[in-house]
Every structure is written in C-alpha cells, then in structure tokens.
C-alpha cells in the first residue's frame, strides 16, 4: 500500500499497521523521515531492521551502487534506504506500508505498483519542488496511482479533487474519496454502501485530524476485504483504541504536562493548536 499526502501518511500507516498486525498478518513498514537514526526507516511488526540485517543488505547493494558511481549517476541516501527496505519486506512479509519521501510521481518510492494508493491530504509544503499552487502539489501527489488500482483519497478541496480525478481518469483508477464514498460524522466514520460504522470516541491518537486519518485507514480496510484480505470488526476497531505514535501529540509528561509533536507545516501547526485548545 502506498501512501502520499503533505500530513497525516504516518499516522495512517500506523492505524493500517496496527490493525493488520492485530490479524496476524507480518507487516513491513517504510517511513521517513527516522527518530532513531538511519535504520529507523524501516520495520517489520513495530520491529526495526536490526544493523547486522541492515549491513548485510548495504553490503549486497554495494556493487551496484558502485556501478551507478562509476556512471557518475549516484544513488541518494534515500534512494539506497528505499532499495535496503524493499529487500529486506521481499521474503519476510504479507504485506507492506510505504510512505512517500516527498510528493509522489517522482518520489524514489514510486517504482511499483500497489494494492491500494492512498493520498492522506494535500496542502503547502516543500514548494520549492513541488510546486507554488495546490494543483501544482496534487498534481506530484497524484502521480502515485496506478493503472486500474484503487486510490483512497482524504479531506480534500474541490480544486484539488479536479486534479486528482483528471489523472484518475487516464489510468482508469476507480476513487474513493473522503465525503462521497466514507465520512467522519462526529465521532462515528461510516462507509457508503456498508452496513457497519465504526466509533472513533476512544481513538487512541488525540485530535480530530486524526479522526479524519482513521476513516481514511477504514476505507482501505474495506478496500482490503474486497481483496480478499481477511479482517474481522472486533480486531478493527480494538487497534483502533490501542494506536499511537512517537511525536504525534504525544504526552511524555504530566503536572506539568509536555507534549512532542512533529508539526512541521502550516496545515499542522494548525491541526496541533486545534487539538490543544480543544
């Protein structure tokens, strides 16, 4: 599953995550950027590849990275971090989460073809390569579908879901999007067609930003199901409650109390104010 989106990609990989985990299922997880230096990237249940695995992957690339110097075309730090996680989910999984760097249509993770895309939100971030206009920006995020796939898509605007559904269109992608397919209403997500919703009361990441990623998740749980994929309610919504993540408002200490959070946009920093004075 490949997930795009300027905020909200880790908090819905961790719901996904979560949830699959609670299923039994081995899940790898590619992330950036890392809290726990450079193999903090890359996970399996919750797991981080260990530095002898690590070494051992760098090791085996060494060659080719090599080669690709000699040609003056040298790979990024990103680019080879991206390569050691896809060979280390290759025989050690069921399923994987990755997370887009930055943007997506020429994001180093946009080299395979997923069950499902996920676009999370689009706003104003890294516009110095992105671009100076939301359309611009979606336009990157909306590289990551792919041919006749599925793509869930979160609480956008309208000038931006005209982008998405123009580049939609060429792949023939069916969307399912936030407000028309499935919606937070309240505290309760519910999803067109269902006959189930799902109560986000006792979510465990704080913030009605985060309630809007948890209906993003659920939509690609049903997405699954219709896979195939097998996922019982009572596990869903039990991961639901037990969800967390380093540095998304999170509460390291009481009386008083300091909280960590990573907000580093403007779309986030506004997010975090809410949830605070909430």
Known sequence: ?????????????????????????????????????????????????????????????????????GRDNHPTEFEILTVIGLMYFSEQTDIVLVETGMGGRYDTT?????????????????????????????FHKAGIMKKEHPLVIGKVTEAVRKVIDKEANKLAVPVYAYGVDFQLDGENVTIKNEAISYDTTHLGLLGVHQKENASVALMV????????????????????????????????????????DSAHNVAGVKALAKTIEN
């Open 1 to 69: 599953i490949h997930v795009a989106g300027t905020n909200g990609k880790g908090s819905t990989i961790q719901i996904v995550d979560e949830v699959l985990q609670a299923h039994q299922y081995r899940v790898g997880v590619f992330t950036s950027p890392s809290f726990t230096g450079i193999t903090g990237h890359i996970f399996i249940n919750g797991e981080t590849i260990s530095k002898n695995d690590f070494l051992q992957l760098l090791n085996e690339l060494l060659p080719h990275i090599q080669l690709l110097d």
């Open 110 to 138: 946009n080299c395979f073809t997923p069950l499902i895309s996920v676009i999370t939100s689009i706003d104003y971030d890294h516009m110095g390569f992105l671009g100076d206009t939301i359309e611009e920006i979606a």
């Open 221 to 260: 749980f049903t997405l699954l199901q219709k896979l195939g994929w097998e996922l019982e309610t009572n596990y869903i919504k039990k991961a639901l409650q037990q969800t967390t993540l380093p540095g998304r408002l999170e509460v390291i200490h009481e009386h008083p109390t300091i909280i960590l």
